[in-house]
């Protein structure tokens, strides 16, 4: 009797759809970290296979790894201001003109070490100084990003001038190895923890989620978001650095077009610009190493650079679409 | 009906003030500086209205999606399609100025119509959407003419888009036309409920996908059409790479901001855009006037911005704290006066 009640429900239960079984896959809590990462084991795969072995290469993978390196140290940096749905795009030009501070502080005192702590006292003080716009002020980040990369790339132009300034190659090369690697593992750590495993993490998360209902349960916003914009901006002037380090010079377009590139990885990785509670701090450097790999992998394969663009293009729209959940109405957000 | 006109006088004297203040204080600036006004030339005049009319039609561009929360990161790219597409196919049929402008114009549309159809059709973040279309509409871009991009410079009957009659006509039709369309037509009354509440709009039975595709398209034909102007003023217009052209979209914002706050003034959007831009071509004209070199006049120009929406944004405050100061005044006065009405008893 109760089997026979048991095949009746089962009958009458609706029947799911493939797009039903597609969003409860979406939902799952593994899909934001398992997808781009599936996503780039798929390329990997594929341009290994394309290219007969040589894209598994170790100089190639290093220079995959070495080309990804700055972008996903900044994106891993401003999944901290992401998460609270909020969108800065200036990093590229903070990172350029801190770079800028750096390298006029080498000039000076021809020193590593002060170059270091300038770039990175220089990241985070142009955090703080957008960080200050959006709090003490009140203009949305959106409007302070577009404000500051237009200054900053200003600045940068007029403080080096026409010709570069060269930070000592020897110096440079000798930092490139463990300080850079070391550094670069330490922030990665120090970001994971506080994002996934404190406090702080989830009160990001929260805010980026819904901020009325955080502010309702007593979360200080205010206090969030001075500490996303101060890691963000160590993160930047730890980029800022490997830059001057890699290059071993700075010109005047250090960090250009950089904020996009950032926010591109960021996406790819798999995380929404408008954060929430899906949000992570590895989605920049997987998006990164993605974005490079793509790169990599198409030249290898003839592909000419312009057409590498327009496919990473397409590519990534494809991707956005299949990770991201299809609304019933049109998306929108006044940022500004 | 006196008072209606009355009304419209006022607003239309505050609209214009704004530019004309800017004016009195570049050529006070300018004046105690070189000796020279702004304006000493018609070549002043004709630097004035070409950059006027690239800037107007950029920030209506832009506005018209980022008023119903659409940032469209692509129109900087949009533009460079557009040019390059309509103004070579305008220049090969031997079209003059006229075609290229209007044929540059029809493929900023199809451009919008493509970003606008696959807007609705992925219903991704717009802001996302416009990094995408970004990449792909700058590769087109870069991968015909042999990466030369449009040289308007010396083509036969092109001269016509440098003409200042010419171009006034065109700013003119302009602010008429994108009035009509935001203001008077049905599109701009469903446009308008849209921006209200898109949620509502739909309720109410307006089709918000057809809005917003037409949002898409005429943005495109608004930026192809600054990118004609950009275009003839510079000569030409070479493709980029690396998402470059997003810096057309972000150097608009300050017309198109100031622009939005003026037609709070005047309830009139398109002029307030139109008058925004005389305001901020007024003052990269007075910076030229002054010797700056760009990249100082970048950061003039953009510190005014920044000074423009910290006080646009608190100006609530500010009008509160001034009258809790008016009415902390009102009070000692108030007290003064019992003090002596009580001390002459």
């Given at each position: 009797?109760?089997?026979?009640?048991?095949?009746?429900?089962?009958?009458?239960?609706?029947?799911?759809?493939?797009?039903?079984?597609?969003?409860?896959?979406?939902?799952?809590?593994?899909?934001?970290?398992?997808?781009?990462?599936?996503?780039?084991?798929?390329?990997?795969?594929?341009?290994?296979?394309?290219?007969?072995?040589?894209?598994?290469?170790?100089?190639?993978?290093?220079?995959?790894?070495?080309?990804?390196?700055?972008?996903?140290?900044?994106?891993?940096?401003?999944?901290?201001?992401?998460?609270?749905?909020?969108?800065?795009?200036?990093v590229g030009n903070v990172m350029g003109l801190a770079c800028v501070f750096g390298a006029l502080a080498y000039e000076v005192t021809e020193s590593m070490p002060v170059m270091i702590a300038v770039t990175l006292v220089g990241g985070i003080a142009l955090?703080?100084?957008?960080?200050?716009?959006?709090?003490?002020?009140?203009?949305?980040?959106?409007?302070?990003?577009?404000?500051?990369?237009?200054?900053?790339?200003?600045?940068?132009?007029?403080?080096?001038?026409?010709?570069?300034?060269?930070?000592?190659?020897?110096?440079?090369?000798?930092?490139?190895?463990?300080?850079?690697?070391?550094?670069?593992?330490?922030?990665?750590?120090?970001?994971?923890?506080?994002?996934?495993?404190?406090?702080?993490?989830?009160?990001?998360?929260?805010?980026?989620?819904?901020?009325?209902?955080?502010?309702?349960?007593?979360?200080?916003?205010?206090?969030?978001?001075?500490?996303?914009?101060?890691?963000?901006?160590?993160?930047?002037?730890?980029?800022?650095?490997?830059?001057?380090?890699?290059?071993?010079?700075?010109?005047?377009?250090?960090?250009?077009?950089?904020?996009?590139?950032?926010?591109?990885?960021?996406?790819?990785?798999?995380?929404?610009?408008?954060?929430?509670?899906?949000?992570?701090?590895?989605?920049?450097?997987?998006?990164?190493?993605?974005?490079?790999?793509?790169?990599?992998?198409?030249?290898?394969?003839?592909?000419?650079?312009?057409?590498?663009?327009?496919?990473?293009?397409?590519?990534?729209?494809?991707?956005?679409?299949?990770?991201?959940?299809?609304?019933?109405?049109?998306?929108?957000?006044?940022?500004? | 009906m006196k008072s209606n006109a009355k009304d419209f006088a006022l607003r239309l004297v505050k609209t214009v003030a704004v530019p004309l203040v800017i004016w009195l204080v570049m050529e006070i600036i300018v004046r105690s500086a070189t000796g020279m006004g702004v304006i000493n030339s018609t070549a002043d005049i004709r630097t004035l209205f070409r950059n006027l009319i690239s800037s107007l039609a950029f920030a209506l561009g832009i506005s018209t999606n980022l008023n119903c929360g659409r940032m469209d990161l692509s129109m900087g790219a949009q533009m460079y399609a557009g040019v390059i597409f309509g103004g070579n196919i305008a220049l090969t049929l031997g079209l003059g100025g006229v075609g290229v402008l209007i044929l540059s114009m029809a493929v900023g549309a199809l451009c919008g119509l493509l970003t606008g159809f696959i807007f609705i059709k992925l219903r991704i973040l717009p802001m996302v959407l416009g990094l995408g279309m970004t990449l792909v509409f700058e590769c087109i871009c870069f991968a015909i003419n042999k990466q030369q991009g449009v040289t308007l410079y010396?083509?036969?009957?092109?001269?016509?888009?440098?003409?200042?009659?010419?171009?006034?006509?065109?700013?003119?039709?302009?602010?008429?036309?994108?009035?009509?369309?935001?203001?008077?037509?049905?599109?701009?009354?469903?446009?308008?409920?849209?921006?209200?509440?898109?949620?509502?709009?739909?309720?109410?039975?307006?089709?918000?996908?057809?809005?917003?595709?037409?949002?898409?398209v005429i943005a495109g034909i608004l930026v192809a059409c600054a990118g004609v102007f950009i275009t003839v003023y510079s000569g030409t217009l070479a493709p980029v790479l690396g998402m470059s052209s997003n810096s057309y979209v972000f150097s608009n914002m300050f017309p198109m901001v100031l622009g939005a706050w003026i037609g709070t003034l005047c309830n009139n959007r398109e002029f307030g855009v139109l008058m925004g831009s005389v305001g901020v071509n007024l003052i990269i004209l007075g910076l030229s006037k002054l010797g700056t070199s760009s990249s100082v006049q970048n950061v003039i120009i953009y510190t005014l911005f920044l000074i423009f929406i910290v006080y646009n944004t608190n100006k609530g405050k500010i009008a509160y704290f001034r009258a809790r100061r008016a009415r902390a005044a009102e009070a000692s006065a108030y007290l003064a006066r019992k003090k002596q009405a009580a001390a002459a008893q």
């Amino acid at each position: 009797m109760s089997a026979a009640s048991g095949m009746a429900i089962q009958k009458q239960s609706p029947k799911l759809t493939l797009a039903d079984r597609i969003d409860i896959i979406k939902n799952k809590r593994f899909f934001p970290l398992a997808f781009p990462l599936a996503m780039l084991a798929v390329l990997v795969v594929l341009f290994a296979v394309l290219t007969g072995g040589q894209f598994l290469q170790g100089s190639v993978v290093k220079n995959i790894f070495n080309q990804s390196f700055i972008v996903g140290t900044m994106a891993t940096a401003v999944a901290f201001i992401y998460s609270t749905g909020n969108i800065d795009f200036s990093v590229g030009n903070v990172m350029g003109l801190a770079c800028v501070f750096g390298a006029l502080a080498y000039e000076v005192t021809e020193s590593m070490p002060v170059m270091i702590a300038v770039t990175l006292v220089g990241g985070i003080a142009l955090m703080m100084c957008n960080c200050t716009l959006c709090i003490a002020c009140h203009i949305k980040p959106a409007m302070v990003a577009i404000v500051a990369m237009s200054i900053y790339s200003a600045l940068c132009t007029v403080l080096v001038g026409a010709d570069p300034i060269r930070v000592d190659y020897q110096a440079s090369k000798a930092l490139e190895g463990g300080f850079r690697y070391g550094t670069f593992i330490l922030y990665f750590l120090v970001c994971l923890i506080l994002y996934h495993r404190t406090a702080i993490g989830r009160k990001l998360r929260f805010i980026g989620g819904n901020e009325t209902c955080a502010v309702q349960t007593g979360i200080n916003t205010t206090k969030a978001q001075i500490i996303a914009f101060v890691f963000a901006g160590v993160g930047v002037g730890l980029a800022g650095v490997y830059q001057t380090i890699r290059t071993t010079s700075v010109a005047q377009t250090v960090g250009s077009g950089m904020g996009m590139d950032v926010m591109l990885a960021t996406v790819l990785g798999g995380m929404s610009i408008f954060g929430g509670t899906k949000s992570n701090v590895y989605a920049g450097l997987i998006g990164a190493i993605t974005v490079t790999v793509l790169n990599t992998g198409l030249l290898m394969l003839g592909v000419s650079s312009t057409m590498i663009q327009g496919v990473r293009g397409v590519i990534f729209l494809l991707l956005v679409f299949l990770n991201s959940e299809r609304q019933k109405t049109l998306p929108s957000r006044q940022q500004f | 009906m006196k008072s209606n006109a009355k009304d419209f006088a006022l607003r239309l004297v505050k609209t214009v003030a704004v530019p004309l203040v800017i004016w009195l204080v570049m050529e006070i600036i300018v004046r105690s500086a070189t000796g020279m006004g702004v304006i000493n030339s018609t070549a002043d005049i004709r630097t004035l209205f070409r950059n006027l009319i690239s800037s107007l039609a950029f920030a209506l561009g832009i506005s018209t999606n980022l008023n119903c929360g659409r940032m469209d990161l692509s129109m900087g790219a949009q533009m460079y399609a557009g040019v390059i597409f309509g103004g070579n196919i305008a220049l090969t049929l031997g079209l003059g100025g006229v075609g290229v402008l209007i044929l540059s114009m029809a493929v900023g549309a199809l451009c919008g119509l493509l970003t606008g159809f696959i807007f609705i059709k992925l219903r991704i973040l717009p802001m996302v959407l416009g990094l995408g279309m970004t990449l792909v509409f700058e590769c087109i871009c870069f991968a015909i003419n042999k990466q030369q991009g449009v040289t308007l410079y010396g083509q036969p009957g092109v001269e016509i888009l440098s003409n200042i009659t010419f171009i006034i006509g065109a700013v003119v039709v302009i602010v008429a036309v994108t009035y009509y369309l935001f203001q008077l037509s049905r599109y701009g009354f469903r446009y308008r409920a849209i921006q209200g509440s898109q949620k509502l709009a739909s309720d109410a039975g307006i089709n918000i996908y057809t809005n917003c595709v037409a949002s898409y398209v005429i943005a495109g034909i608004l930026v192809a059409c600054a990118g004609v102007f950009i275009t003839v003023y510079s000569g030409t217009l070479a493709p980029v790479l690396g998402m470059s052209s997003n810096s057309y979209v972000f150097s608009n914002m300050f017309p198109m901001v100031l622009g939005a706050w003026i037609g709070t003034l005047c309830n009139n959007r398109e002029f307030g855009v139109l008058m925004g831009s005389v305001g901020v071509n007024l003052i990269i004209l007075g910076l030229s006037k002054l010797g700056t070199s760009s990249s100082v006049q970048n950061v003039i120009i953009y510190t005014l911005f920044l000074i423009f929406i910290v006080y646009n944004t608190n100006k609530g405050k500010i009008a509160y704290f001034r009258a809790r100061r008016a009415r902390a005044a009102e009070a000692s006065a108030y007290l003064a006066r019992k003090k002596q009405a009580a001390a002459a008893q």
